[in-house]
């Protein structure tokens, strides 16, 4: 079988091999993920036990309401791309392809929400380090808690709009009929980033948005 013409490559000895390479591969970079993420979590629970007072005051400055519409969204194109995953591995590429791109939408709305954030904290001066001019907050804690807030918030939207590029190169693949229910391990592989995506969310979530 010739490798230009199929997705299969013989030197991984069989599909069943080529399928779980794949995939181990993407479970080693989410691993790296999970340790980044970690990393920052671990600096917000040193600095939240120092600041305990500041943080819970500063997080009544950020968009609770907003910040639930935005778990819904991301939740629901977890979904979706669980949805879409199903589809392709019962051959229907088309659902498949309409899946993912509800998912995308529900992220760039999410997106969209978080750009007015970043605009209402920049008007009001909750901004981090030098640039931080919130009166009615302590420049030291309040400081601290808009940094790690950008910090956390900033880096989950770059890795949103990587996500978004990969559910993206995944529906080209659904039009031009690359997948299909025999050759299909992208769309799970792809799947899986998202949903990562979707759980450091839900952890970033109640640390800055619900802290009591």
Known sequence: MSSETTPWREYFGSRENQSHAAQLGMWIFLGSEVLLFTNLFVGYAVYRYYY????IEASHHLATGWATVQTLLL???SLCV???VHF???GRAFWMGVALLVAMGLGLGFL???GWEYWKHWTEGALPGEYYRLAEL?????????TLYFLL????ALHMLAGLSVLGWLVWGALVGRYTAEYHVPVEVGGLYWHLVDVFWLFIYPLLYLVE
């Open 153 to 156: 918030t900033g880096l989950h």
């Open 138 to 146: 302590p420049d030291r804690g309040g400081s601290l808690f808009f």
């Open 75 to 77: 939740v629901t194109s």
């Open 88 to 90: 392709i591995r019962s």
């Open 82 to 84: 669980a949805l879409a």
């Open 112 to 114: 969209v929400i978080k």
């Open 52 to 55: 305990p007072e500041v943080f």
